[in-house]
């Protein structure tokens, strides 16, 4: 049983409904105790960061998750908003992340007269930094949909699992043991992002 | 680098039905938006637009219930627009898989609104809608389905639009709409130009290379479509379809 944190932000049907195509059974929840009884942990979110800390900690669902993915070591992935609210800190916002992965997120920065805009948005190729779970199988032409002004910058690039490149190369998804977490949209990303989440229900 | 540019249908729909219109007006009925949404997954499209232009009309809320169903064959990027009055429907929209929430008649009428959404979902979970149509030789904006012409120019309802936080342009030329011959390219390369946000172009793609077109020289950041992806052929047979890959990638939309 998969547990889709539901925090007041994020598409959660997108990834309830893809996972029924995958045949994973998943429960959209914000109840402690299903939370703690599910195998694995998804936390979705599309919004502003100080938004969904703010949610999180008011629903006391921060320590929670931190219990179960630092002390149980329960499987979690984090994607879009959900993947950088495991990071410290943002330029989006003051608030203090999970501080779950070592990494800050900070905004695109390009010269005024660059045609890159922000957000990057739209479908993108990535490139696959080392070989891990989540993403056994899925090396060759795969394409993720991005939609984000923000990014991750990593301490150190063992954390580093899948980069894509905007103007430069950024992490387009990162991992630390049990707790991983992607910029992109899997559900929304046909079924090049169902074999991903497919490898995190049935691989991680 | 992008390399791929957005190309997105639109879908219009009214009281549930799937429907198309010629300069915002002159609906014809096409069939089931569900069905429709069926069939771009299967063609693995880029993105999907979703317009009430029934629920902007009448004043009437989303209408979850078929926007949920709608959403449940959807593994894309969604957007939404149509009545949205509320944060509160905002964020439900994003609940059942839009994560773009367009806003049009509000981006004049109550920017506050737009501000709020903005600082709840991020600002690319919103996007302006600005319905441009040409009164006598002058581009003017629209709201409410187009039916209220506002004294302000596309340019400054668009920097507006960017100051207020929105993350994207959906640019809809009524004129072209639904004429299937070509983009206004010079309406779409003057907003473009003028913000930093990307815009998507709509109104008057009548073929492949109308869409290449709009993002080589109109600078578009995606070209959206309602006839091309609904209509097949000189006498308009009802069909919704969508270019391929290989098409798409031949032409020179996407690549290089």
Sequence with gaps: MIAIINYGLGNLASIANMLKVIGVKNIITSDVKQIESADKLILPGVGSFDAGI??????????????????????????CLGMQLLGRKSEEGKSEGLSLIPFNNVRFQFDNDSELKIPHMGWDVVDFKMNHPLADGLKGQQRYYFVHSYYAVCDSQENILITCDYGYEFAAAVVKDNIMGVQFHPEKSHDFGMALLENFAKKC | ????????????????????????KDRTYLGDPVNAVKIFNRKRIDELAVLDIGATKKHKAPDFEILQDIASEAFMPLSYGGGITSVDQARQLTKIGYEKIIINTQLVKNPDLVKHIVSLLGSQSVVASIDVKQVNGKYMCTIEDGQETVKVSPKTLARQAE???????FLNSIDRDGIMDGYDIK??????????????????????????????????HAAAGGSMFVYYGRLKAVLITAPSEKEL???????G
Excluded: W
Aim: glycine share 10%; with cysteine; proline share 4%.
């Design chain 1, 54 to 79: 703010e949610n999180l900690n008011r629903s006391s669902l921060a320590d929670v998750i931190k219990e179960q993915a630092r002390n149980k070591k329960k499987p979690i992935l984090g994607i």
């Design chain 2, 1 to 24: 680098m992008f390399i791929r540019p957005r190309i997105i249908p639109v879908l219009l729909i009214d009281d549930r039905d799937l429907i198309k219109t010629v300069n915002f």
């Design chain 2, 163 to 169: 100051d207020l936080g929105c993350g994207e342009i």
């Design chain 2, 187 to 220: 309406l779409v390369r003057n907003i473009a130009e003028t913000v930093h946000i990307p815009v998507t172009a709509c109104g008057g793609a009548g073929g492949i290379e109308d869409l290449k077109k709009v993002l080589h020289e109109g600078h578009a």
């Design chain 2, 249 to 255: 990638v031949n032409v020179g939309v996407y690549g």
